[in-house]
């Protein structure tokens, strides 16, 4: 199958999960996931109306959107990889969506190099949804006042974000996705985030499940490129 093919296919899926789920197609965004994929893919991809790339690594979307950024000017990355300190000039200067801020002196310093390139940036907020010791994220306890600490940098929140454990039952992954939505909503109430907001979930294998559970952006990688060369 070919690029084309496989996107045509996800978004076929996609929208068969929004009517399932009584949803507008519309309100749902792709996030093809390009990271470790060649720049030939991307372009395949862009030629099937594709806009919106995820990327994990600083320099490798510093490179990508240098080389796409003449031929496809409308092209939008999202930065979904931790952001390192050292990687900020180039997130900022090339992303427009940011989905792992997790701490003010990230949201800082994201702005302040944003505000040099001229450009601005939308955030959402990594959510280590299943207190995972290992991952990034603010815990779901800790989840208010670090929103409201990462919002008070001046930072646009425009919604929350996470990856649930991997190899879970699906069952499982489910109830993750719905935490994230229940704390969204918490959130909303207590006016930390405004409505509409984003939530980021779901990849390959269970995009569908999160589409069910009020994703508005899902992350796929392997189901449109096929498995990564790096």
């Known amino acids: 199958m070919s690029v084309a093919e496989d996107l045509a296919r996800v978004r076929d899926r996609i929208a068969e ?36 790339f995820g990327e994990n690594y ?22 979904i990889g931790p952001v390192q300190s050292n ?7 090339w992303a427009s969506w940011v989905h792992t801020v997790d701490r003010p002196q990230i949201a800082t310093e994201l702005l302040a190099r944003a505000a040099k390139e001229g450009r601005g940036l939308h ?12 991952k990034a994220g603010l815990v779901p306890a800790a989840a208010e006042s670090g929103v409201a600490a990462i919002a008070a940098t001046g930072m646009p929140v425009r919604g929350l974000m996470c ?3 991997f190899d879970l039952p699906l069952a499982d992954t489910v109830r993750h996705f719905a935490r994230l939505r229940d704390l969204a909503e918490r959130l909303a109430g207590a006016g930390l ?5 984003e939530l980021s979930m779901g990849m390959s294998a269970d995009f569908e499940a999160a589409i ?10 392997t189901a449109i490129f096929g498995e990564r060369e790096g």
Do not use: F
């Open 163 to 165: 990856m649930p454990p």
């Open 212 to 221: 069910g559970e009020g994703a508005t952006m899902v992350r796929v990688g």
């Open 87 to 93: 990687k900020v000039r180039y997130i900022a200067r």
């Open 193 to 197: 985030l405004s409505r509409p907001y």
């Open 17 to 52: 999960a929004c009517r399932r789920a009584g949803r507008d197609p519309e309100t749902l965004r792709l996030i093809a996931v390009s990271k470790l994929q060649p720049v030939a893919k991307i372009r395949a991809a862009c030629d099937a109306g594709q806009l919106d």
């Open 58 to 79: 600083g320099q490798e979307l510093r490179d990508k959107a240098t080389e796409l950024a003449q031929a496809v000017p409308r092209i939008q990355w999202h930065h």
């Open 123 to 134: 955030a959402l907020i990594e959510i280590n949804i299943a207190d995972e010791p290992q």
